[in-house]
């Protein structure tokens, strides 16, 4: 694997589609380039305040400089690259991402900022082909765990930094340590089929949530230094619960598994939620906990 095949995907109005994504990654590319990136971009403010308590951990890892010249990768709609750009105010910021929509947001915000140190490609990380050893530092908050072939991604992001270059990067630990996750979930299984998100070895939020995994892959891939320390933090979900269940079951994933449901059991689903997320409403909103990898390494 690891091998790109030309992908028709359209251009995003900004730069010509990508030349290759890899074959495996095809589903992925769909997905973000779908129903679910426009609903990050519809929710990029809640989303920015969802790892708000998270965000500091990476950038204070990544260790950027004025004149770091910085990776990163999956950036989404570009919250972090122009938070690096700020600190990189005499260097440069690449995002790479493989969503069109996201990249559009992230294009705009970079301009509303007054940011001329930071650009966007639209790209497929594992394949994508970066200059070799041009960046000092690449960072990703969450968006490296969606790779077919996460040997051949982190390899090709390797090649992309200089000797001795900065890895640093937060993934997700299990489904299970992620109260965010079970505690909505958890209060809909009666009534509705839940997808399967952690597959083992499958790409997926959950993909990296083994860090003896984490670590071989590094190992494997030309990285050294390797920490992987655990982030528990509490994630702002939303206002109230009224707001959190509409953000929730509005998302194209719930939709499609609602579509599925009884009315009868749409309308208990509903009610399950809303109560499950009254247990966790406090004076400044709807808050569960987060458990995550923050992980940094070290181009050999
Ligand atoms: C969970 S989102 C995180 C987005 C962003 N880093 C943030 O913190 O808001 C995961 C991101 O990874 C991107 N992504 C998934 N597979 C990718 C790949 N093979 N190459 C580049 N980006 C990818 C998605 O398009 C999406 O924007």
């Known amino acids: 694997?690891?091998?790109?095949?030309?992908?028709?995907?359209?251009?995003?109005?900004?730069?010509?589609?990508?030349?290759?994504?890899?074959?495996?990654?095809?589903?992925?590319?769909?997905?973000w380039n779908g129903d679910d990136g426009r609903y990050w971009v519809q929710q990029r403010e809640r989303q920015e305040a969802r790892y708000r308590r998270l965000t500091p951990h990476l950038m204070a890892a990544a260790?950027?400089?004025?004149?770091?010249?910085?990776?990163?990768i999956g950036c989404g709609s570009g919250g972090t690259s122009l938070e690096a750009a700020r600190a990189a105010a005499e260097g440069s910021v690449l995002g790479v991402d493989v969503s069109a929509p996201m990249l559009a947001e992230a294009r705009k915000r970079a301009a509303d900022s007054g940011l001329p140190q930071v650009a966007f490609e639209r790209g497929d990380a594992q394949v994508h082909r970066f200059a070799d050893g041009a960046f000092d530092i690449a960072i990703s908050r969450f968006g490296v765990m969606f790779f077919a072939d996460p040997e051949a991604a982190f390899a090709n992001i390797a090649r992309a930094l200089r000797p001795g270059g900065q890895l640093a990067f937060l993934c997700w630990r299990s489904l299970r340590d992620n109260a965010y996750m079970?505690?909505?979930?958890?209060?809909?299984?009666?009534?509705?089929?839940?997808?399967?998100?952690?597959?083992?070895?499958?790409?997926?939020?959950?993909?990296?949530?083994?860090?003896?995994?984490?670590?071989?892959?590094?190992?494997?891939?030309?990285?050294?230094?390797?920490?992987?320390?655990?982030?528990?933090?509490?994630?702002?979900?939303?206002?109230?619960?009224?707001?959190?269940?509409?953000?929730?079951?509005?998302?194209?994933?719930?939709?499609?598994?609602?579509?599925?449901?009884?009315?009868?059991?749409?309308?208990?689903?509903?009610?399950?939620?809303?109560?499950?997320?009254?247990?966790?409403?406090?004076?400044?909103?709807?808050?569960?906990?987060?458990?995550?990898?923050?992980?940094?390494?070290?181009?050999?």
């Open 1 to 31: 694997m690891g091998q790109g095949t030309d992908q028709g995907v359209a251009g995003d109005g900004g730069t010509p589609p990508p030349d290759k994504i890899a074959a495996g990654n095809a589903g992925q590319a769909e997905t």
């Open 182 to 300: 079970t505690v909505p979930m958890d209060a809909i299984a009666p009534y509705v089929q839940l997808p399967e998100l952690d597959a083992p070895g499958a790409p997926g939020p959950f993909s990296l949530a083994d860090a003896d995994r984490i670590r071989k892959l590094l190992d494997s891939t030309g990285f050294d230094e390797i920490t992987i320390s655990a982030v528990d933090e509490p994630m702002w979900m939303g206002p109230d619960p009224h707001d959190v269940v509409a953000y929730q079951l509005d998302m194209p994933g719930s939709r499609a598994m609602l579509a599925e449901a009884s009315a009868e059991a749409r309308a208990k689903t509903v009610t399950a939620l809303r109560d499950a997320l009254a247990e966790h409403q406090g004076s400044d909103g709807v808050t569960l906990g987060s458990a995550a990898w923050l992980v940094t390494a070290r181009r050999r």
């Open 63 to 72: 260790g950027i400089r004025a004149d770091s010249r910085v990776l990163d």
